[in-house]
């Protein structure tokens, strides 16, 4: 007996965990750094949750409007080519079903199989068909405004909130170090855990989101202590 074969692939997480680790990582490393740069300009902690708290809220906006913008931007150009490649099916059948075993053909399939596999995907789905394998547009990869906006904003509302509870938490007289610390152990779990999901290798995706972030907070701390004169 045959065994079933189970093989899994991580194509249809594209979208979202996209948007998502996008979200998380920017929450983490905005709010991280505005928070860095006010704590070290001697701001007080009112000041500083409140300053974290608009950067959160203002952030997962601005976020989630510019991933709906720019997803949507994609979703229509998909939908212009599908409309485009649908009227041209209704109108020169025969030179769409060549056009799709030419695909074929350059793929490895001889000419004759090509024709045949053209002929046979042609009446099961033909739009889907050239859809795939002329225009790249798959169902898994299809752009789903509203779903990226959506992870994107909670993503970084939740990334957010992680340097924020670090910086009510933190004493006054290591508050700027023990935001970046706990921010960068933040993010190198976030990086790790994309990478993992993504399939690629944790200590890279860990890395290159802290050594990123360090720089980004590093700058932001010396431009409060700078305007600040702060000696926190």
Sequence with gaps: M??????????????????AVLGANDGIVSTASLIVGIAAANMDQAGIVLAGIAGLVGGAMSMGAGEYISVSSQADTEAADLA??????DRHPQHELKELAGIYVKRGL?????QRVAE????????????????????????????AALASAAAFS??????????????????????????????AALGAVAARTGGAPMLRGAWRVVFWSALAMAVTAVVGYWFGGSTV
């Design 120 to 147: 046979q995907l042609t009446a099961h789905d033909a739009l889907g068909a050239h859809a795939r394998d002329e225009l790249g547009i798959t169902h898994e990869l299809r752009a789903r405004p509203l779903l």
């Design 2 to 19: 045959l065994k079933h074969h189970h093989e899994i692939h991580r194509t249809d997480r594209i979208g979202w965990l996209r948007a």
């Design 110 to 114: 001889d000419a004759e199989l090509a």
């Design 158 to 187: 939740v990334g957010a909130a992680l340097p924020l509870l670090s910086a009510v938490l933190a004493p006054a007289s290591g508050r700027v170090a023990t935001i970046m610390l706990s921010s960068l152990v933040f993010l």
């Design 84 to 89: 485009v490649e649908r009227d041209e099916l």
